[in-house]
């Protein structure tokens, strides 16, 4: 059955492709955003779709509209965009939580926020799984947006405990593909746009650290199985791609794929960088039946076309 959904953050990376898939299913979609890190060209597709609406407004103030629905997103998601303006970050994550879980509570909707495994802070468990409270630094420069997001955790937990408001919390680890933002300074599309323009590719330490990366397809999946899972499953729930790779094979695989001439740059490690950061996903497995289906080499060849023909355009 068609419903009215509500996607905060829809014109930034992961919002437009699960608005996609929303209209796709046969919902109407309400997309917000206010084009602080994402634009409207991310969904311009979705724009000759009558069931498609879009609104510019910023989360932090309040919104009244009749959906069945919220997915929240709206939160810069990249160190240097988050950092930009520590304050407004803060007030996003937790102003906008309480304005859309206001909204939730108004209309009767089910909500789901997009949490992050940032919440686990710098771990000393690995891999994360969800009972893991996090070792995060409270007044540091990434704290605007950790603390942001748990925040807004206790806030979503405590509207479920107090408003008996059905919540749904996913925590999103490392995610890539097409429309992530050129300068966001995440590695997959740094080294991307770098090996693109023909520019070394800076490998920060020696590059035996590894990530997992999840391509978005993946991830939008979970988010909505997630939020049409029964009332029971609240989360929190670690959505993500457990497969490590080394940052070094990462830049390589790029090398290759791009037939770039660029070479790799090595830079030391910045402080704070972790070793390794790896979901347990158990739970999602078991829970959504859900696990992530798409090669690192299929994802980097959709994300390489995508920043191709933007960097053609621009
Ligand atoms: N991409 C990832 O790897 C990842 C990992 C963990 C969590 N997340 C979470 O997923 C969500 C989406 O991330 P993304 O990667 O698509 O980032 P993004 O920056 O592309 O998208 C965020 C969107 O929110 C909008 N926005 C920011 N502040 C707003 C405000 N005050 N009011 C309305 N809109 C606002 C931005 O303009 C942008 O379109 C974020 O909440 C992020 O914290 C993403």
Redesign the pocket.
Same mark, same amino acid.
Request: glycine residues 6%; negative net charge; aromatic residues 8%.
């Given at each position: 059955m068609s419903k009215r959904i509500l996607v905060?953050?829809?014109?930034?990376?992961?919002?437009s492709h699960l608005c996609e898939r929303l209209l796709a299913a046969g919902n109407d979609v309400l997309c917000?955003? $206010? #084009?602080?890190?994402?634009?409207k060209r $991310?969904v311009a597709a979705c724009l000759d779709n009558p069931r498609f609406e879009l609104m510019r407004?910023?989360?932090?103030f309040p919104l009244y509209v009749e959906v069945d629905e919220i997915y $929240?997103?709206?939160?810069?998601?990249?160190p240097i965009?988050y950092q930009h303006d520590p304050v407004?970050t803060t007030?996003?994550s937790v102003h906008?939580a309480i304005n859309m879980l206001g909204l939730a509570k108004r209309v009767k909707a089910q909500i789901l926020q997009?949490?992050?495994?940032?919440v686990y802070g710098d771990p000393e468990v690995h891999p994360q799984v969800e009972d893991y409270w996090g070792n995060v630094n409270p007044i540091g420069i990434r704290s605007c #947006?950790d603390e942001g997001?748990r925040c807004a955790e206790t806030l979503f937990f405590d509207y479920h405990r107090q408003h008996r408001l059905p919540i749904k919390v996913a925590r999103?680890? $490392?995610? #890539?593909g097409p429309?992530?933002?050129p300068n966001?300074g995440?590695v997959v599309s740094n080294f991307v746009v770098q090996a693109l323009k023909g520019e070394p590719l800076t490998l920060f330490g020696d590059g035996t650290q590894t990530r997992s990366f999840c391509y978005v397809d993946d991830l939008v999946d979970g988010l909505i199985r997630l939020m049409d899972a029964p009332a029971e499953l609240t989360g929190p729930l670690n959505l993500g791609n457990p497969n490590e790779v080394s940052v070094r094979e990462l830049a390589e695989k790029i090398v290759r794929m791009t037939n770039t001439r660029s070479r790799i740059e090595f830079r030391p490690l910045p402080v704070d960088d972790p070793r390794q950061r790896q979901p347990d996903i158990a739970l999602a497995r078991k829970a959504l039946d859900w696990a992530p289906h798409i090669e690192l080499d299929e994802g980097l060849k959709a994300t390489i076309a995508y920043f191709r023909e933007l960097l053609e355009i621009s």
């Amino acid at each position: 059955m068609s419903k009215r959904i509500l996607v905060t953050g829809g014109a930034g990376f992961l919002g437009s492709h699960l608005c996609e898939r929303l209209l796709a299913a046969g919902n109407d979609v309400l997309c917000v955003d $206010n #084009y602080f890190t994402g634009t409207k060209r $991310n969904v311009a597709a979705c724009l000759d779709n009558p069931r498609f609406e879009l609104m510019r407004h910023d989360v932090t103030f309040p919104l009244y509209v009749e959906v069945d629905e919220i997915y $929240n997103l709206a939160c810069p998601a990249s160190p240097i965009h988050y950092q930009h303006d520590p304050v407004q970050t803060t007030k996003t994550s937790v102003h906008g939580a309480i304005n859309m879980l206001g909204l939730a509570k108004r209309v009767k909707a089910q909500i789901l926020q997009a949490s992050t495994s940032e919440v686990y802070g710098d771990p000393e468990v690995h891999p994360q799984v969800e009972d893991y409270w996090g070792n995060v630094n409270p007044i540091g420069i990434r704290s605007c #947006y950790d603390e942001g997001k748990r925040c807004a955790e206790t806030l979503f937990f405590d509207y479920h405990r107090q408003h008996r408001l059905p919540i749904k919390v996913a925590r999103i680890f $490392n995610t #890539y593909g097409p429309r992530m933002h050129p300068n966001d300074g995440r590695v997959v599309s740094n080294f991307v746009v770098q090996a693109l323009k023909g520019e070394p590719l800076t490998l920060f330490g020696d590059g035996t650290q590894t990530r997992s990366f999840c391509y978005v397809d993946d991830l939008v999946d979970g988010l909505i199985r997630l939020m049409d899972a029964p009332a029971e499953l609240t989360g929190p729930l670690n959505l993500g791609n457990p497969n490590e790779v080394s940052v070094r094979e990462l830049a390589e695989k790029i090398v290759r794929m791009t037939n770039t001439r660029s070479r790799i740059e090595f830079r030391p490690l910045p402080v704070d960088d972790p070793r390794q950061r790896q979901p347990d996903i158990a739970l999602a497995r078991k829970a959504l039946d859900w696990a992530p289906h798409i090669e690192l080499d299929e994802g980097l060849k959709a994300t390489i076309a995508y920043f191709r023909e933007l960097l053609e355009i621009s």
